[in-house]
């Protein structure tokens, strides 16, 4: 049984930070390559950034530099740390494997004020 539950979103002004957790209860944690997604509103969902079983990752253009994904093993967790942020950041964030899979958490919303 996946479950898949974020946490640490919020509402932070323009250049600020939040760290997004994630809670993945998957088969072969471990093993898995795991990531973020995002979704801002009327637009699709969105790769955000990945990492692999041995902490390697990978991100998308519009947040290099500005965001960094870590996992745990140990504690099946997964953490995203938002620097810099801009209201294109405004968004649903959702953690899940590379590639995703179903069932889908409920999300965390991260709201960016200018």
């Known amino acids: 049984q996946v479950q898949l539950v974020e946490s640490g979103g919020g509402l932070v002004q323009s250049g600020g930070s939040l760290t997004l957790s994630c809670a993945a209860s998957v088969t072969n944690f471990s093993s898995r390559v795991l990531g973020w997604y995002r979704q801002a509103p009327g637009s699709q969902l969105e790769f955000v950034a990945a990492?692999?079983?041995?902490?390697?990752?990978n991100y998308a253009d519009s947040v290099k530099g500005r965001f960094a994904l870590t996992r745990d093993n140990a504690q099946e967790m997964v953490y995203l740390q938002l620097n810099n942020l801009n209201s294109e950041d405004t968004a649903i964030y959702y953690c899940n494997t590379i590639p995703y899979s179903p069932p889908w958490g409920q999300g965390t919303q991260v709201t960016v004020s200018s």
């Open positions: 990492v692999t079983r041995r902490g390697t990752t």
